[in-house]
């Protein structure tokens, strides 16, 4: 019998030739769903959904989210943004539109399709944190004049957007908090700690650590991180959130390089550059709201989640 779309439940995800995005799209075809996959590829490459593009079960949209979209859908996931400072910064001013005008775009599209939508909301909306770890009832420390301002604050303005939304026209929203996720699929050039080291490891350059090095972030890998916005999407809807998805485990970025480096089995030395503005100094999540409301925890540790990183960006590099 023919395959028609409607059989199933037809899931918008923006973003969805981004690292995470594309990881969330092969999830959801492998969960019977339908997927509508949209970007402008801003950061997003086609190499990551080009295995996907014979799938009958999923269609490709190039559209800028700063631009109204119509739609029938029956739930959102909205990725769609630029996640790296390097590429964040490179236009800030599209990067706050992106988030803003983004956000209503999604929410007006939920709002006439009565369509269930998740914001992917980030641990930058605590900026630098005054608290450690950090959960959901703290209510930030950030810039708002400084160069990752575009970027925080349009994120905190779309958590506004999406729980005004709700309040005011009953929309079904999610929010989650994510934090530093890291993966197959990273852009090699996209700036992101993760991947630079990856890269200049396997390449036996200076690793770049900016500032001392003593700052901290918690990794957790991308598997882990796409069963959790799955799970948040699908949890009962009084729960709306915010809820950060992250892993507990914190890491000094200058233990990150040396743990890298002998991973990869590098000749690399370490080069100490400036610390870039306002930087966070510590960051971890509190998780304990995502284990109780969902019974989620990640499971892959760094060492797992490091190799299997490596191993891609080696594939990359040898032209695989
Ligand atoms: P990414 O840069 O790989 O993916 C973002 C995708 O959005 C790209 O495919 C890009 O082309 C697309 N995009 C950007 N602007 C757009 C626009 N105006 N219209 C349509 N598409 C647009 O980044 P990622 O790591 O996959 O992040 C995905 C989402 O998760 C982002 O919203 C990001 O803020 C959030 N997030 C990610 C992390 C992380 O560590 N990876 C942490 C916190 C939050
Ligand atoms: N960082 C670094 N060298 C790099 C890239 C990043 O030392 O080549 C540091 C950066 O200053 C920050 C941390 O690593 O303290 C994480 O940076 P990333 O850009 O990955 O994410 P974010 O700052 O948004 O958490």
Redesign the pocket.
Known sequence: MAYHPFDSERVLV?????????HLCDRLLEKGHYVIC????????KR?IFHLLENPHFEVIR????NPVFLEVDQIY???????PV??QYNPV??T???V??AIHVLGLAKRVKAKVLQ?????VYGDPAVHPQDESYWGNVNSIGIRAC?DEG?RCAETLFFDYHRQNNVNIRVV??????GP???PN?G?VVSNFIMQALQDKPITIFGEGAQTRSF?F?DD?IDGLIKMMNGPDDFVGPVNLGNPVESKIVDLAQHIIRLTRSRSELEFLAEPADDPKRRQPDISLAQEKLGWEPEIDLERGLESTIQYFRDLLAGA
Do not use: W
């Open positions: 923006t973003g969805g030739a981004g690292f995470l995005g594309s949209l970007d402008n590829y801003f950061t997003g490459q990551n559209h800028d989210l700063v909205n990725l769609a943004c630029p996640a790296s590429h964040y599209k990067t539109k992106t988030s005008m983004g992917a909301s980030t641990s930058e970027y994120k908090r994510i934090f530093n996720t890291y699929r990273m852009h996209d992101r957790c991308v991180m």
